[in-house]
């Protein structure tokens, strides 16, 4: 399983920026929930991680199967969050000109022009915020 956050600020969303095997893609902070693990401590270690931000989290927004990975996802809101945002945890270390990582806020109006991954959270993410 893996969970994922939604942060919102000012009418804009922050995405991950990823370049990898020559593919260019945005895909909210999150990951593997581990051993022990709840979706929502998931959700919250894996925003601190990757964002450096701690976040409150909130609602569950949405729950669906990821064909490509083979694996249930869950996405939160976060109702609130503080830090600096910076990128952290094993990424950094993943971080490469072949593997890049990159953090950035988008306007709700520019989501349908990025190529967001998987294809059903884009859609999910379309309907709701734009």
């Known amino acids: 399983m893996r969970a994922g956050t939604i942060i919102l600020r000012d009418n804009k969303i922050l995405l ?3 370049f990898k095997n020559d593919r260019e893609f945005f895909s909210l902070p999150g990951g593997g929930v581990e051993d022990g693990e709840s979706a929502e401590e998931t959700a919250i270690r894996e925003a601190k991680e990757e964002t450096n931000l701690d976040i409150v989290l909130g609602k569950k927004f949405f729950e669906y199967y990821n064909d490509f990975d ?3 996802n869950i996405v939160f ?5 503080v830090g600096e ?3 952290g945890g094993p990424e950094v270390g993943r971080n490469s ?4 990582y990159i953090l950035e806020w988008h306007d ?3 989501l349908k022009d990025l190529n967001i991954v998987p294809g ?3 859609e999910k993410l379309l309907g709701f915020l734009v």
Not at 77 to 81: L, R
Not at 97 to 100: F, L, Q, Y
Request: glycine residues 4%.
């Open 16 to 18: 991950m920026h990823r």
């Open 70 to 72: 083979k694996r249930k």
């Open 77 to 81: 809101f976060a109702d609130s969050f």
């Open 85 to 87: 945002m910076k990128l």
């Open 97 to 100: 000109e072949e593997n890049k």
């Open 108 to 110: 709700f109006g520019e």
């Open 120 to 122: 059903e959270l884009k």
